[in-house]
C-alpha cells in the first residue's frame, strides 16, 4: 500500500510536529508569569466542583465512614427525642414510627432492641415487633 519510505516520512512528519506542539506551549508557559497561578486556580475549582458533586470525595474511606457513622446516630438521637415525645402524648403509634425509623439507621440494632424492650410498655414493644417483621418479610420478598 505505502512503500517504507512514505511512512518514515510520515513518522518523521508527525514527530516533528509533537516537537513543535511541546515547544510552543513550553515556549508559552515560560512566558506567562500567571501560568503557575491560573493552573493552581483551574485544579482548585476542579478539586471543589469534584467534592461537591460527590459528597466526601477528597476524603479517604475511613472518613467517609465516619461522616455515614456520624449522620446514622444522629438520625437514630433525632429519632429517639421524636419518640419521648409521642411517648409523653401518649401517641403509641408515633412511638412506634420513631423507633422503626431509629432502628432502621441503627448499626446494631439487636442491642438497641434489647434495651427498648426493658423500658417500654409491652403492648408497644409487641405492635413494634410486628412491624419490624413485615419489614423483613418485605425485605426477602
Request: aromatic share 8%; with cysteine; charged share 25%.
Amino acid at each position: 500500500m505505502f512503500s517504507k519510505g512514505a511512512l518514515k516520512v510520515a513518522a518523521g512528519v508527525c514527530g516533528m510536529m509533537f516537537l513543535g506542539y511541546c515547544v510552543y506551549f513550553d515556549n508559552k508557559r515560560r512566558r506567562n508569569p500567571n501560568f503557575k497561578k491560573n493552573l493552581n486556580d483551574k485544579r482548585r475549582a476542579k478539586d471543589a466542583e469534584r467534592r461537591t458533586r460527590t459528597k466526601g470525595s477528597g476524603r479517604s474511606r475511613m472518613d467517609s465512614n465516619l461522616e455515614k457513622q456520624f449522620d446514622a446516630q444522629a438520625i437514630l438521637f433525632e429519632e429517639l427525642q421524636s419518640f419521648g415525645e409521642s411517648m409523653a402524648q401518649g401517641d403509641m403509634t408515633g412511638c412506634v414510627d420513631h423507633l422503626h425509623k431509629g432502628l432502621s439507621v441503627c448499626q446494631q440494632p439487636e442491642i438497641l432492641l434489647q434495651h427498648i424492650q426493658q423500658t417500654l410498655p409491652p403492648n408497644v414493644f409487641s405492635i413494634l415487633e410486628q412491624r419490624l417483621s413485615e419489614r423483613q418479610e418485605l425485605q426477602f420478598q
